[in-house]
């Protein structure tokens, strides 16, 4: 599908079987790519055939990258389509795990939320953000619809603001705040005769709009590229044109973390890292018949692999272990590092 295909003029159905099909050509990014596939089985209001393919991902023997993920769509996809009691039993398991990635909460607080079950929703996003928010750091891109959510539906509960009302106050970009974007009295503007209330609601919708375009134009993490260390060996070995780029694996790895401190310092949101392969990067140069020698192909093969889905999040959500593959937690590694180096 091109991107500035009109949504309304999208064959949904044919989008998700060529999804699948592609997926069968690099299984390596099956999940990402089944994933899309669902969600347009979703929009084309094919319900169960998305569940089966939540299904094919969930007793795919290949371990998934994000799990909860899956199981918190399948949730909300099955309860729209009238299995209440499995979804909420997916949902509770998914609450239990207490996943490390915001997402599956997000979606599964938002499922409760469209079900009318407020108070539980209210729970779900407050449980997220006190497991995923840092404590003496700016919140992670990822983890501001987890703010804005609990906003949402703290507002339509008449709950007065506490201090993670206020601070999704200060992340919220749009010219509306979002106490008049979560207002529950919207509704009835919707309805209203009056032409200043009509007024009103469109100017709101407008900014809303723009707060969603500002999340789309970015589906993707800006993402750096990390090589491991075997794979930097190899990557050097067959390209030594490309030990000018990379004098050594620890200089490496301490550009990767200085490169995203600077981006977030400059305000840019959505920060991730991807991890390279030489056989995955030889096949990309391949494809875009330039030298795997070029370091200018890069920024675009990492580019590439987050539009794959491949990318982490940047920085680790809370006692999450560092990207750089050690083992330890980020706060005991890169990010203890570079407190050291400041």
């Known amino acids: 599908m091109r991107p500035d295909t009109p949504a309304e003029n999208v064959d949904h159905t044919a989008e998700a079987a060529r999804l699948e099909r592609t997926a069968g050509l690099y299984p390596e990014d099956a999940e990402a790519l089944l994933l899309q596939a669902a969600a347009h089985l979703e929009l084309a209001d094919d319900r169960p055939a998305a569940s089966k393919l939540y299904d094919r991902l969930l007793s795919s023997p290949a371990a998934l990258e994000n799990p909860y993920l899956v199981r918190a769509l399948k949730a909300s996809n099955l309860w729209e389509y009238g299995h209440e009691a499995e979804a909420r039993a997916i949902i509770e398991g998914v609450r239990a ?6 997402a599956p909460w997000v979606i599964v607080a938002e499922a409760l939320e469209a079900h009318d079950e407020l108070e539980a929703a209210q729970e779900t996003f407050t449980e997220g953000v006190r497991l995923l928010l840092p404590e003496d750091a700016q919140p992670p891109y990822s983890t501001h619809p987890l703010l804005f959510g609990r906003h949402r539906v703290r507002r339509m509960l008449g709950v007065g603001h506490d201090d993670w009302d206020v601070l999704a106050d200060t992340l919220h970009s749009s010219p509306v705040s979002l106490d008049e974007l979560h207002d529950p009295k919207r509704v009835w503007s919707l309805g209203s005769d009056n032409p200043a209330e009509l007024a009103a609601e469109i100017s709101r919708l407008r900014a809303e709009l723009g707060t969603y375009r500002e999340a789309l134009s970015r589906p993707f993490p800006v993402a750096v590229l990390h090589w491991p260390t075997s794979e930097l060996t190899e990557l050097l070995s067959a390209y030594p044109t490309l030990a000018e780029e990379y004098p050594s694996h620890e ?49 675009q093969y990492a580019t590439t692999l987050a539009a794959r889905g491949r990318a982490v999040v940047w920085p680790p959500q809370r006692g999450a272990v560092c990207w750089c593959g050690s083992g330890r937690t980020y706060v005991e590694c890169h990010r203890a590092d570079q407190s050291k180096g400041a």
């Open 97 to 102: 795990a207490s996943p490390r990635d915001a």
């Open 251 to 299: 200089e490496h790895l301490a550009t990767i973390e200085a490169s995203l401190r600077e981006l977030a310092a400059s305000g840019t949101p959505n920060l991730g890292i991807v991890t390279g392969t030489v056989p995955s990067y030889e096949a990309f140069a391949a494809s875009e018949g330039v030298s795997p020698g070029d370091v200018a192909l890069l920024p």
